[in-house]
């Protein structure tokens, strides 16, 4: 594409796959000028092609791109993460000003964030990261998003940002979300809160499917009533969908042919490795990460079913059907929240190590639309965090109490039952194992530190005493 509209968009963006192309006509879509560079001119091509009639424009040269932009320039990067990003930011610099702006949307890991705002403003240059949650069709119709660091720059942007965003009651959903990596670090805990919501929904499949023997349009047909009441949400709207798609070849439900290995693109586990670094719990998520992991050992799984398979019982048969898919409800109820309440928990705890200053209101009110964790109950953890601010955890919240202690009865009968048939549960147990050691006032771990003590002279602390203690355990 040649540069004969000099100086004419107000936003560029450098990668035109499905997200970035969608991005930019969205843009298009209400009125900004935009344009867009990639190095394949098919790309850049199919960007006019399909915002024909709106002012945009397609480049495979970056330096017409770069001269195509009004001043100070506004430019925003959708590429893989990493190295990639650097070397686009190296190749950017020497054609750009100082006062021009750099938004990273991908998913970059936030470290990687907090280098680049530190370099580049030592520079003079304006950046900012910013996480984009909704896929492909949230881009083009209306994301949340998550922009954070530089709030000169985001005000710049925000105007276009606010216009392009899904809209909950008419709010949008986007919100500055604070200093730093903190837009990175926010979208990296909502894809590891994806991760615990997205295994939970499998293990659902998997009770009704292997224990209670249902075929797979009565499993459509219980994710679609679900998804009409309290549960109602993104993923499971697509869950429904996807148990009534058909393979056009065979005529059979696609998902009979897919297989049963699940890969990921990092950010679950990235959201697990610093909650650890954290010290802060959040088990559903981390037992997600973990199943995906071990789905991908099928030659392994097939040897040891062929060991074990012996040992399966004949699932939930003898339960009442409706009356188990009732309670299986009130539990995956009961572990959505606490995946939620996991997430949120670890944002607080981030929040205060890295001086974020985060919103949890805010958050929870621009996920309420647009992106994948999108969910009604999403209302309830605004509203909470609204009337408290400063809510040590949501399960602490007096209407969010109502709704633990209500479903906690149906996820213990669930759980032990399908423990019993040899059914696997594990994020649903991991939700259950996490409650029960919230609310315990105490937990064992003092005999942890007399263990530590006894091997490594480790020390302890004493009830009602100052200082740390040491024993010889062996002294007779």
């Not at 190095?39 to 092609?49: F, G, I, N, R, S």
């Not at 083009?140 to 954070?148: A, E, F, Q």
Request: hydrophobic share 40%; glycine share 8%.
């Amino acid at each position: 594409m040649s540069n004969s509209d000099n100086k004419e968009y107000v936003l560029g963006m450098i990668g035109l796959g499905t997200m970035g192309r969608n991005l930019l006509l969205n843009m298009a879509d209400h009125g900004f000028p935009v344009a867009g560079f990639d190095l394949d001119p098919q790309k850049a091509a199919q960007l006019e092609e399909e915002g024909a009639g709106n002012k945009v424009k397609g480049f495979s040269t970056i330096k017409d791109f770069v001269a195509s932009l009004k001043s100070p320039r506004t430019i925003m990067m959708l590429v893989p993460a990493g190295k990639i990003v650097d070397s686009v930011i190296e190749e950017l610099l020497p054609l750009i000003d100082q006062g021009d702006i750099i938004i990273d949307s991908g998913n970059s890991h936030f470290t990687d964030t907090n280098r680049r705002v530190e370099d580049l403003e030592s520079k003079g240059f304006h950046f900012f990261g910013m996480g984009i949650s909704g896929g492909e069709e949230g881009a083009r119709r209306g994301p949340s998003m998550m922009p954070g660091g530089d709030k000169v720059a985001y005000k710049v942007v925000e105007p276009i940002l606010e216009a392009i965003s899904a809209k909950v009651n008419g709010e949008p959903c986007v919100t500055y979300i604070g200093p730093g990596a903190s837009g990175h670090f926010v979208k990296m805990v909502h894809n590891g809160i994806e991760y615990g919501l997205m295994q939970l929904i499998a293990e659902t499949y998997e009770v009704l499917k292997k224990g209670l023997k249902l075929d797979n349009e009565a499993i459509h047909q219980v994710f679609k009533e679900w998804n009409e009441g309290k549960l109602q949400s993104y993923l499971l709207e697509i869950t429904r969908d996807i148990f009534a798609f058909k393979d056009k070849q065979t005529g059979e439900l696609l998902l009979d042919l897919i297989k049963d290995q699940a890969k990921a693109k990092g950010t679950g586990k990235w959201t697990s490795q610093i909650s650890m670094d954290l010290m802060l719990p959040i088990t559903v998520i981390d037992t997600a990460v973990a199943m995906r992991d071990l789905s991908r050992y099928k030659e392994l799984r097939i040897q040891a079913a062929a060991i074990y398979s012996k040992d399966e019982s004949n699932g939930l048969q003898s339960e009442d059907q409706q009356a188990f898919i009732a309670k299986l409800e009130e539990a995956f109820y009961f572990s959505m929240i606490i995946t939620y309440a996991q997430g949120m928990h670890l944002l607080m705890q981030a929040s205060e190590e890295y001086a974020y200053g985060l919103d949890l209101a805010k958050i929870a009110k621009i996920w309420r639309g647009g992106c994948i964790i999108r969910a009604h109950f999403l209302d309830a953890i605004y509203k909470a965090f609204q009337k408290q601010p400063t809510l040590p955890h949501l399960l602490l919240d007096s209407q969010i109490e109502s709704f633990i202690q209500e479903s906690l009865p149906y996820i213990r009968s669930v759980v032990s039952k399908a423990a019993e048939q040899g059914i696997a549960m594990p994020a649903y147990a991991a939700s259950l194992s996490y409650f029960d050691t919230l609310r315990s006032e105490t937990m064992p771990d003092n005999l942890i530190q007399a263990q530590r003590d006894f091997f490594g002279a480790h020390t302890y602390e004493l009830i009602g005493s100052e200082g740390t203690y040491h024993t010889n355990w062996e002294e007779k």
